[in-house]
């Protein structure tokens, strides 16, 4: 089980941090995956991080705003958002592999190759 948390109502340029605590289960520090959905539009990938911490990979349009990183002590993941816009505004679900088997770049955006998935914290920015 996931539980993604520190959405909220937030200004244009704010940084917030979300995070994604597992729990209910043996924790594995296997891959795991941060996506966005805002209304109307299809679920969209925003960063991977792999089991280890030390492979990430960002949407294009994310990358140098958004961090991914995590804490396998504190079976936690985190994503430090840093000058939100407007644009931004979506639900965040966090998500997990269950396999050890790492998965090949060209496919850490496909939402079907995670296993598991938090219910999602909204952030909504305001300009």
């Known amino acids: 089980q996931l539980q993604a948390s520190g959405g909220g109502l937030v200004q244009a340029g704010d940084s917030p941090r979300l995070s994604c605590a597992a729990s209910?289960?043996?924790?594995?520090?296997?891959?795991m995956g941060w996506f966005r959905q805002a209304p109307g539009r299809e679920r969209e990938f925003v960063a991977f991080?792999?089991?280890?911490?030390?492979?990430?990979y960002y949407t294009d349009s994310m990358k140098g705003r958004f961090t991914i990183s995590r804490d396998n002590a504190k079976q936690t993941m985190y994503l430090q958002m840093n000058r939100l816009k407007p644009e931004d505004t979506a639900v965040y679900y966090c998500?997990?592999?269950?396999?050890?088997?790492?998965?090949?770049?060209?496919?850490?955006?496909?939402?079907?190759?995670?296993?598991?998935w938090g219910q999602g914290t909204q952030v909504t920015v305001s300009s």
């Open positions: 998500a997990q592999r269950k396999s050890p088997n790492r998965i090949v770049q060209s496919s850490v955006g496909v939402p079907s190759v995670y296993d598991y």
């Open positions: 991080i792999d089991g280890s911490g030390r492979t990430k």
């Open positions: 209910g289960r043996t924790y594995s520090a296997y891959d």
